[in-house]
């Protein structure tokens, strides 16, 4: 390849969200609302993870739904089907192929300290299956599969973004250049939405409570009622602070949906209390999921059409996957079939 072509190549993006459930705000504002943008300039694969949602137990019927809405959310938050590759995991049989490759390549010691799996663990303390345990080499293979430059996340995700490049790092070190290094692409504010009801823990979708999450789908009533009873402190001030984690995310979250930034936030909240700030959080975060599960609505109703998008997003991507499985494949020492 001369010089030139490899300046002219796309840079290649790839990410994942899990259909385990509903998706959040936390799931938009620290990594969906990053993709679309990023479509314009590079080559974006974004894919629905299936296979990961079940290290932990799904309702089959459900989890099925789920998919279908994931997808329907991409696009509803401004993915174009004509301009990123979007697909559904389980449809790209090499992902689990080199999942156990690189299974042979990742340490029992590296997986141990996945904080995400500790987490899980004690969560799921009943079905703590291996799945649980290796899913970071599921999800290496998610990315080095596409030879992927950047991967935007929530920085939740950064840790196994850096396992991933440890793994490619061994792999290329053993068997000369296979694997592009990725890094993660973790945005400034946002990265991290904290729960309205603890507000020391992220925003989750699996969290018990209805009320320390914003569903993308919720009906405004509900986000409203939300935001009303989000837990703030004793100070009435609409400041950033230490020990302010509620509000500190409050103002994170209403920054966001108006595109201001924190200062001008406070700015506009001067001399008014909670009171006032609050509900005007939750009609921002209303305006901004408007228009998002009104699409999403739509595209559901369109079954046909989104069959179309990831049965061809599936063949974009098991040609390009295939390519990185068959190098893989030789390097390691497998007969050519
Ligand atoms: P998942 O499905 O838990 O979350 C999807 C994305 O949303 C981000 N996120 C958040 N960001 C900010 N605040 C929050 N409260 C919040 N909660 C979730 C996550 O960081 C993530 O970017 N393992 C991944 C899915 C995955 C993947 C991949 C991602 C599988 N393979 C390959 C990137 C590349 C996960 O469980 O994300």
């Not at 999450?213 to 609409?238: G, Y």
């Not at 999403?296 to 369109?302: G, H, N, P, R």
Request: aromatic share 8%.
């Amino acid at each position: 390849m001369s010089e030139n072509t490899i300046e002219q190549k796309k840079k290649t993006i790839f990410s994942g969200v899990q259909p385990s459930g509903k998706l959040t705000l936390g799931n938009y504002l620290g990594a969906i609302r990053n993709f679309g943008p990023l479509q314009e300039e590079y080559n974006c694969i974004y894919c629905v993870v299936d296979m990961h949602a079940i290290t932990v137990r799904q309702d089959p019927a459900t989890l099925r739904r789920q998919t279908l809405e994931v997808l329907a959310q991409y696009i509803a938050c401004g993915l174009d089907p004509d301009k990123s590759t979007l697909f559904i995991q389980s449809h790209v049989p090499a992902h689990a192929e080199l999942a156990w490759v690189l299974s042979c390549y990742t340490m029992f010691g590296e997986l141990s300290r996945m904080t995400q799996f500790k987490d899980k663990s004690s969560k799921h303390a009943d079905n703590v299956n291996a799945g649980l345990f290796t899913y970071p080499v599921l999800m290496a293979s998610d990315i080095l599969l596409y030879q992927t430059d950047m991967v935007p996340v929530g920085v939740d995700q950064k840790q196994h973004v850096e396992l991933a490049r440890n793994i490619a790092q061994r792999f290329n070190g053993v068997y000369s250049d296979t694997f592009v290094m990725p890094e993660p692409y973790i945005p400034q504010t946002g990265a991290k939405i904290m729960s309205l009801q603890e507000p020391s823990r992220k925003m989750s979708k699996s969290d018990e409570n209805q009320n320390s999450f914003i569903l993308l789908m919720d009906k405004p009533d509900d986000i409203m009622r939300k935001f009303r009873r989000a837990v703030t402190d004793s100070d009435t001030r609409v400041a950033r602070g230490e020990g302010k984690d509620g509000v500190n995310n409050l103002i994170s979250i209403y920054a966001l949906a108006t595109g201001k930034t924190p200062e001008q936030v406070e700015a506009e909240f001067e001399g008014k209390g909670y009171g006032d700030f609050k509900p005007a959080v939750g009609e921002a975060v209303v305006e901004l999921l408007r228009p998002i599960r009104e699409k999403t609505e739509a595209l559901l109703q369109d079954k046909g059409y989104l069959e179309s998008v990831y049965k061809e997003g599936a063949a974009k991507a098991n040609y390009l996957a295939r390519k990185t499985l068959d190098k893989v494949y030789r390097k390691v020492g497998f007969v050519k079939r």
